[in-house]
């Protein structure tokens, strides 16, 4: 399992995140950055970033399960959003999905995402514990 530090002498989170993460001896997971977008890949909530980060978290946490993963497992985000004040309010959105000790985090504004509506990407990095992952090209 992973561990999470904040380290004295250096500013103290102010959200859900922490400031470092070492890794553990999990199997460690790469998600490819997560929209909003539903099932059929439709656009959810556009102008809405709390719908859109709602729907980006699931999207996470859909990947995560069939891995046997869950939330807690991840420890690194990488938020790119198109309007991160919009983002920023939403705090409390991303601080019910993650429980402490949270991940770490980067957050980026930028010009635009691939389609115009979405307002939002993440990407993560989970450490599933080894008794709890499993393959799901193996689940078949």
Known sequence: MAQHFNPSGVWQPFGAFSLAVVQGEGQVLHLK???ALDREGRVVGPGDMAAQLRQV???IRAVLASFGGLPGD???LTHHTTDIEAFMACGPIRAAFFAEPFPVTTTVEVRRLYHPDLLIE???IAE????RFRDPAEAG
């Open 122 to 124: 993440i990407t993560a």
């Open 57 to 59: 978290l699931e999207n």
């Open 74 to 76: 991840v420890i690194s």
């Open 33 to 35: 950055g997560q929209v």
């Open 128 to 131: 599933i514990p080894r008794e």
